[in-house]
């Protein structure tokens, strides 16, 4: 196996193993909220063969062979090291969620708003680091197929998810989302100077009654 792909697996286990760790740590809390409809079962459905099945075929099958096509090795590396930047901050937002994470839509009985550390700067970063692992993807596989097919999954599953997600986020906790979405941008910083004035007191972890500084 080339050495970019065996990385690339490498990467995939390290994602596999902190995912796992997370859904350990945050499995006893209770829901009061969850939207596991048929839209996120079919979302979920379209992403996970991208991401799960099509890298295995690619690297230890010849079927995909056909959309194979040549791909310079500084390309693969620099895709190495953008795979590094999405594990960092799939990992640093599943520490700053802490036990408000959820694989699907969930708000839990105790749900915090969580506005510090990587959610200081963005609203979605978990998104943030799949979008970077489609583009890793891209970058280190030499194959149409088992590289770009993450970023189209990905764009239905952001695109619909996304709205879905700050709605629910907007019903619990009203205009505190709304003020801490208005100085926030969803996967970039917000870069301008209202958005920075609005940032400066930092909010560690908050609770439900108190209000954003
Ligand atoms: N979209 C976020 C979180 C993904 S996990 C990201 O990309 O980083 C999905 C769950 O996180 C949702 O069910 C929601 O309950 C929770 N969530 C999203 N943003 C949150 C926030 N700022 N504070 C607390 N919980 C949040």
New binding site residues.
Partial sequence: MQPPNAVFFVGLVVQFVLRHHFIERTKSEKKKVR?IDRTEKILLAIMLPTALLLPPLYCFTPLLSFADYDLAASIRWTGAVIMVASLWLFWR?HVD?GQ?????????ED?????HG??RW????????IWLWGLAQGMMFANWFAGWSVIPAFAAMYFIR?PR?ER??CD?FGDR?RE?ARRTGRIFPRLTKAAKLARLPTNEPESKGKLSP
């Fill in positions: 939207q937002s969620l408000n994470w959820s694989v699907s839509l969930e708000v839990r749900h915090q708003l969580v506005s990587v959610y963005i609203r979605h970063p978990m998104y943030a680091s996304t997600e629910l986020m619990e989302y801490y």
